[in-house]
């Protein structure tokens, strides 16, 4: 069992950089995958970033590539989403997640889910 909490977000302007965490209990949490999903306001909630177990192999959205960097922190259970160059339609509620496969895209398969952080990016 993994439970997740997310911090970090807020209001900035565009060009800025902020630094999402992702806090998790549970003392497996290097064996765990993380991922990094948003969802803005009407819309579904897209993938953003992976992070396998190892804290070497990434995966990226196109929209983020080379913007966003997600790192891990296993001996301080915490994952993070290093955010730069931020855009107005980088705008989203931003939640982390958790699971036993690596990389994967698709949110439904992760099975451990933070309460999301609020990123505004006003223009």
């Known amino acids: 069992q993994v439970q997740l909490v997310e911090s970090g977000g807020g209001l900035v302007q565009a060009g800025d950089s902020l630094i999402l965490s992702c806090a998790a209990s549970g003392r497996t949490f290097n064996r765990y995958a993380m991922a990094w999903f948003r969802q803005a306001p009407g819309k579904e909630r897209d993938f953003v970033a992976a992070?396998?177990?190892?804290?070497?192999?990434?995966k990226y959205a196109d929209s983020v590539k080379g913007r966003f960097t997600v790192s891990r922190d296993n001996a301080g259970n915490t994952a993070y989403l290093q955010m730069d160059r931020l855009k107005p339609e980088d705008t989203a509620v931003y939640y982390c997640?958790?699971?036993?496969?690596?990389?994967?895209?698709?949110?439904?398969?992760?099975?451990?889910w933070g309460q999301g952080t609020q990123v505004t990016v006003s223009s």
């Open positions: 997640a958790s699971g036993s496969v690596p990389l994967m895209v698709q949110d439904t398969l992760y099975n451990y």
């Open positions: 992070l396998h177990w190892n804290g070497r192999s990434t």
